[in-house]
């Protein structure tokens, strides 16, 4: 089973300040890689594919990088409505296809 | 509008059963793989099961294999996950989700809460 590995745990950010979150697999993964955001009570919210390609209606201060088993979320300018917990998600072998245990990011 | 709406949560006792229920609106469920994920209070999401788009093929992680059953009814545009045996560990948020054609989670619903305590 690939493991991935999410950091740091929890990020501290001031609002329009830059984030940069990271992921790493344990094997590599290509770029069948997948960051979601769930704010609480919420259900995930796709963000980017393929390592690097946003989805449909996200903004643009979002950017994914990476290939292999090292890959980045960064987020340019933090607004109020990205403070929430970031996953990654590698679909390269399905089954299972394992998710990184979380970043939270939260006003500093 | 792509929507995936679960029902079917609650509470039940240990080994009891539940049957969660996800309905798909805005397209075809019978296009495409589904899946369970889950997510126990506080904590982050866990792969649960997913079933192909003919209902022929099902997988399931190690935790829950030979316990639950997804399947799906594409008369209905549903999918389902019978639950068997459930344990404390199962209590969580179940999310059911669609596949992309290549291969990545693009819609999930708002999720369904299954409580396992006596």
């Known amino acids: 089973e690939i493991v991935m590995t999410q950091s740091p745990a929890t990020l501290s950010v001031s609002p329009g300040e830059r984030a940069t979150l990271s992921c790493r697999a344990s094997?590599?993964?290509?770029?069948?890689l997948a960051w979601y955001q769930q704010k609480p009570g919420q259900a995930p919210r796709l963000l980017i594919y393929?390592?690097?390609t946003r989805a449909a209606g996200v903004p643009a201060r979002f950017g994914g990088s990476g290939s292999g088993t090292e890959f980045t979320l960064t987020i340019s300018s933090l607004q109020s409505a990205d403070f929430a917990v970031y996953y990654c998600h590698h679909y390269n072998k399905w089954p299972p296809g394992t998710f990184g245990q979380g970043t939270k990011v939260e006003v500093k | 509008e792509v929507q995936v709406v679960e029902s079917g949560g609650g509470l039940a006792q240990p080994g009891g059963s539940l049957r969660l229920s996800c309905a798909g609106s805005?397209?075809?469920?019978?296009?495409?793989?589904m899946h369970w994920v889950r997510q126990a209070p506080g904590k982050g999401l866990v792969w649960v099961s997913r079933?192909?788009?003919?209902?022929?093929?099902?997988t399931y992680a190690d935790s829950v294999k030979g316990r639950f059953t997804v399947s799906r009814d594409d008369t209905q545009n549903t999918v389902y996950l019978q639950m068997n045996s459930l344990r404390v560990d199962d209590t969580a948020v179940y999310f059911c989700?669609?596949?992309?054609?290549?291969?990545?989670?693009?819609?999930w619903g708002q999720g369904t809460l299954v409580t396992v305590s006596s």
């Open positions: 079933i192909n788009t003919d209902g022929s093929m099902t």
């Open positions: 094997q590599s993964i290509s770029t069948k």
């Open positions: 805005g397209f075809p469920v019978s296009n495409y793989w």
């Open positions: 989700a669609r596949e992309w054609w290549t291969g990545y989670i693009d819609y």
């Open positions: 393929d390592a690097s």
